[in-house]
Structures are given as structure tokens and as C-alpha cells.
């Protein structure tokens, strides 16, 4: 049985039940990693990869970054770490548009396109803050007719699975909504955002589908249809669909690309290459100590009588968070 995603209670009018959602569907696909070969080698094996270790050994202090971060060196190949491997790895670099230099991940913001080139510059604790907690309640509020709800509304589908000690009143609800023919509505807190769900009872089990928004949805193409046949071109029709007609088992559709990418992933198996492990980039470290210091004693300074008339520059947690129009 997969995972639970969410747990908490079910909730509609004065009743609760102990409820957890499991996943019950996602997509499968074999994932490839991109690898790099040298082009213009006959001998693949004679491509030279180096391996070199990352260390942020040496480390110069940016002068106009106001707090005392660090960049790291990158350092020359070490001869004893020199190897020969017919492929490598890869990585991505993220690097300014406008200068080329290198992105670490602790700089980078989030801006919104208002115009071409222009951006309104939006704080990170802003967007933080503006994020939906996850609640402990799934607020059934609504039912519907099963017959009015499109499915094209449906999203990601859960089961929703009763805690030990309420399957009674689960069963309860599960076989009132199948005799009453209707999906319930209803809403919760969930990944950073409130979901509208569709709770549909089957065989044995309800299942919540999150709902895309109505401006989600896009609209349909207009079609100018014929609606007027008669009765012999709607019994031709109808034998059509009798003759193809069966039961729906899911099981007998096979994913025909997947299935061929198996088969030439198997073929390869026995020709695997030997990859040489990647060195670990580094991520940003950890807050400059000595830079947070320094700071903190020049803030000290500043405020003593007599003190430097500039103020130290403040954080960016310091200032009052507004949208900035810029252009980049």
C-alpha cells in the first residue's frame, strides 16, 4: 500500500472521521540522465575526463558584496586525480544573461514579467508568506449530483483510506453517497495551496480528485454540429458501438513507447559503461560567520556618539518588503 500524503479527519456537519490520502495514480517513465562524449574520438576510452576535488580552500572575499560572503576558487587539476573515462556527467550552471558569471543558488530571486524586460521584483518571504498551510481537516461542505460533475475538471486522484476505528462511520457515508448517486464537494490545505477536491464513492472506498479552477479549464473550440439524422443513420451508428461493445479492464492497455524503450534499455545492459563518480559541487555553505560579525560590530560602531554618519546598509530581511519595478 503506498504512503500516506496527508492524514487528518473528514468533516462534514457535525461528524469527523479519521482519514489519511493515499496517491493512487502516477504517471511511469524511465528517466534518462544526459552524459557528454568528446566528439571526434575513434577510441572513446582515450577521452580525458579530469576529477578534481572542489574544496573551498581558497576563498577571496567580494569587496562589494556589503557582508563578507565568499566565492569560492576553482582549483587546478591534481595529476593524482586525473583519470581516463569514455563519458562523463553533467551539470547544469546557472550564469547572468547579462555578464555570463556563474549563479550561486542563495542569490537568486523571483521576479514577475510585467512588460518585455521589465520585472517587478518580488521578495521571497513575500510569496512565503502568502502560501496556504496545510490543514488537518478535509471540510466536506457540498454534494452534487454525480451526473452534473465533468470530468475534465479532475485532476490528481487519492484514495481516501478510513484510520483504524472508523470504518463504520466511513462505510456509512461511502454507501449513502452511492445510493444517493452524488459527489461530494470539498476544500483543503494542501502543498503550499487550498485544493477544491471531488470526493466519489466506488466499490469499497472513496476517491478525491483535486479540481483544476474554472479559469484553469480551457474553453472548448467551437464546432458547428449537424444534429438532425434520422432514425436509420442512429440505428446504423448504434449497431457500430454494440459491436465493439465490452468491459472496461484497464490492464490490457500497454504503453507501447515505454515498453520499446525497455526493450533497447535491456539490449544495453550487457554494454554498460564504467562511469567515474562526479565530484560533489558545493552548495552555499554556511552563513559567514565573520562577515555577520563584522557587520554586527560596524551597526555597533554607527550608533556610538561620535560614530560614522553612514548607517551600515541593511538586509535584505530589514527592509520593508514592496514590489520594485526594474528593468533587466
Not at 567580494?62 to 553533467?90: F, K, L, W
Not at 559541487?281 to 560596524?298: K, V
Request: charged content about 30%; hydrophobic content about 35%; some cysteine.
Amino acid at each position: 500500500m503506498p504512503s500516506a500524503v496527508w492524514s487528518g479527519h473528514l468533516h462534514f456537519g457535525l461528524v469527523a472521521i479519521p482519514v489519511r490520502l493515499l496517491v493512487a495514480a502516477r504517471t511511469k517513465t524511465r528517466r534518462f540522465r544526459r552524459l557528454y562524449r568528446k566528439p571526434g574520438n575513434e577510441d572513446p576510452s582515450a577521452t580525458l575526463f579530469t576529477s578534481f576535488s572542489r574544496d573551498r580552500q581558497d576563498q577571496d572575499s567580494d569587496p562589494n558584496d556589503g557582508i563578507g560572503q565568499t566565492r569560492s576558487t576553482p582549483q587546478q587539476p591534481d595529476a593524482r586525480h586525473t583519470e581516463r573515462h569514455p563519458y562523463s556527467t553533467v551539470r547544469q550552471v546557472v550564469q547572468s544573461e547579462v555578464t555570463g558569471e556563474d549563479i550561486r543558488p542563495d542569490e537568486l530571486i523571483k521576479g514577475y514579467e510585467i512588460a518585455p524586460n521589465e520585472f517587478a521584483v518580488i521578495d521571497p518571504q513575500e510569496i512565503k508568506a502568502a502560501e496556504i498551510e496545510t490543514s488537518d481537516t478535509i471540510d466536506l461542505f457540498h454534494f452534487v449530483k454525480a451526473s452534473s460533475v465533468d470530468p475534465i475538471y479532475f485532476e490528481r486522484s487519492y484514495y481516501v483510506a478510513p484510520e483504524p476505528g472508523s470504518e463504520r462511520a466511513y462505510a456509512l457515508l461511502l454507501e449513502a453517497m452511492r445510493k444517493e448517486e452524488c459527489f461530494g464537494i470539498a476544500r483543503i490545505g494542501m502543498h503550499r495551496r487550498e485544493h477544491m477536491l471531488i470526493l466519489r464513492p466506488s466499490e469499497g472506498y472513496l476517491v478525491a480528485h483535486t479540481l483544476f479552477y474554472a479559469n484553469e479549464v480551457r474553453p472548448a473550440p467551437q464546432v458547428e454540429l449537424r444534429t438532425e439524422f434520422s432514425n436509420k443513420e442512429l440505428s446504423m451508428a448504434a449497431a457500430l458501438i454494440n459491436a465493439y461493445e465490452g468491459e472496461f479492464d484497464p490492464t490490457q492497455f500497454k504503453d507501447l513507447y515505454q515498453e520499446r524503450i525497455r526493450k533497447i534499455i535491456d539490449a544495453e545492459i550487457s554494454n554498460r559503461i564504467p562511469m567515474h563518480p562526479a565530484p560533489k559541487n558545493p552548495t552555499s555553505g554556511p552563513p559567514d560567520l565573520m562577515g555577520q560579525i563584522r557587520l554586527s560590530l560596524a551597526e555597533l560602531e554607527s550608533k556610538k556618539p561620535g560614530g560614522p554618519k553612514n548607517q551600515v546598509r541593511k538586509t535584505p530581511n530589514s527592509v520593508k518588503k514592496k514590489p520594485q519595478r526594474v528593468h533587466a
